[in-house]
């Protein structure tokens, strides 16, 4: 049977409503694993400080030799947490090792574009102990009259280098990709 002129084929209307849905289904998705990213680098940088001194604290004075002699099949709950907390001190180590790291590249490609303040705004937010009890709107202001710039500045500086960080630390996942 054929199409009678003037009447709607259901099923292509179904299709292309489907196809638009999975469009925005999928856009939506790629949305939040960026804010996600963004959040987990400024999650970071916010208990970068935190993560230095758990480091500091947990350090356990067992040698290599005492950890190798200790036999771990006979470990109690008790050794369960002892061995969680040195794990947890391990992957403390590696992500502050990696933050400085990143941090080094973002300071250095930023004096080498002749933006370091962008840079010092990222330092002075997050990483200088003296401002870190600051409420965060006082932490703003004070560091724009110190730059010299607007608190706009600030902020948008701020969220600038998030972004760039987000790429140096967790790499290609780390780039707001346009798919």
Not at 1 to 6: S, T
Not at 55 to 63: H, M, P
Not at 102 to 122: A, F, S, W
């Given at each position: ?6 009447t709607v084929n259901i099923q292509e209307i179904a299709t292309a409503a489907a196809v638009e ?55 109690d709950m008790e050794d369960v947490i002892i061995r969680s907390i040195r794990r947890s001190r ?90």
């Open positions: 049977m054929g199409k009678r002129p003037g849905a999975l469009k925005l289904q999928k856009n939506e998705e790629r949305m939040r694993i960026r804010k996600n990213r963004f959040g987990n680098t400024e999650l970071l940088l916010k208990n970068y400080l935190n993560l230095i001194e758990h480091f500091e604290l947990s350090q356990d004075k067992a040698s290599e030799e005492d950890m190798e002699a200790y036999n771990f099949e006979e470990a391990i992957r403390t180590l590696i992500m502050v090792l990696q933050i400085e790291i990143c941090l080094e590249k973002l300071r250095t490609k930023m004096i080498d574009k002749g933006q370091l303040e962008k840079y010092v705004v990222l330092e002075k937010l997050y990483l200088d102990p003296t401002k870190s009890l600051l409420p965060w709107l006082e932490r703003v202001r004070i560091i724009a009259a110190e730059i010299p710039c607007s608190e706009s500045s600030v902020n948008r500086w701020k969220n600038d280098m998030i972004r760039e960080l987000s790429v140096l630390i967790f790499g290609a996942d780390g780039l707001q990709l346009e798919l």
